[in-house]
């Protein structure tokens, strides 16, 4: 399901073009690392932020120009100095919007896939909204299972036999045991999951 979110908003809404400049959030989980992947496919600057030195050298390892650890870099300042932005891949909201918001390129396009440091705030205020209308900016929030349906064959088609190649590179934080499921959905709203978050029940 992480694959085909990121594949269907991808190719759904980035319609992207050789050359762009793309911001990637949460860019060492599954949806964003193969984001990062989809977008140097096609030709484009990518900067990724996440939330560890390890999860920055992940994504550097996949492909990202610029990789940076949010919580000990300035977002607004990495993206004044390695954009403007023409994609905004969301997966966390709050301050990284507003700062993707400030440093957008007219006619840039914000993909809403997730906003996870706002599902335990209360949903605190976007301060610039107001950007989307002044920059032209298109805005699409989305769930994989409206687009599912259009891109499944293409998915499979495409995507299999670059995994199975090892052209497209995952990484998997395993946990064990059903008693270990608290821990896995504490550990990915906490940002403490090293990669996409398994839990491990019977072999079969």
Not at 69 to 89: M, Q
Not at 143 to 156: G, M, P, S, T
Request: hydrophobic residues 40%; neutral net charge.
């Amino acid at each position: 399901m992480p694959g085909m979110t990121a594949y269907t908003g991808w190719k759904e809404y980035s319609r992207a073009k050789k050359g762009e400049v793309a911001f990637v959030t949460t860019g060492a989980g599954p949806v964003g690392s193969l984001v990062i992947q989809l977008a140097k496919a096609d030709g484009l600057k990518v900067i990724a932020s996440a939330g560890s030195d390890e999860k920055v050298q992940f994504m550097k390892d996949i492909g990202a120009d610029v990789a940076f650890n949010y919580k000990t870099s300035s977002v607004p300042e990495v993206l004044a100095k390695e954009g403007p932005i023409d994609i905004y891949w969301d997966n966390v909201g709050g301050k990284t919007l507003e700062a993707a918001l400030d440093n957008a390129k007219i006619r840039a396009r914000f993909i809403e896939c997730g906003m996870i440091t706002e599902y335990n705030t209360g949903y605190e205020p976007i301060r610039n909204l107001g950007l989307i209308i002044g920059k032209t900016i298109s805005l699409h929030g989305f769930l994989v299972f409206h687009l599912e349906a259009k891109y499944i064959a293409e998915f499979y088609r495409e995507l299999t036999p670059k995994v199975a190649s090892g052209e497209i590179k995952y990484r998997e934080h395993v946990y064990d045991g059903l008693a270990s499921v608290g821990d896995a959905i504490l550990a990915v709203q906490k940002g403490e999951n090293r990669a996409k978050a398994i839990v491990h029940v019977a072999d079969e």
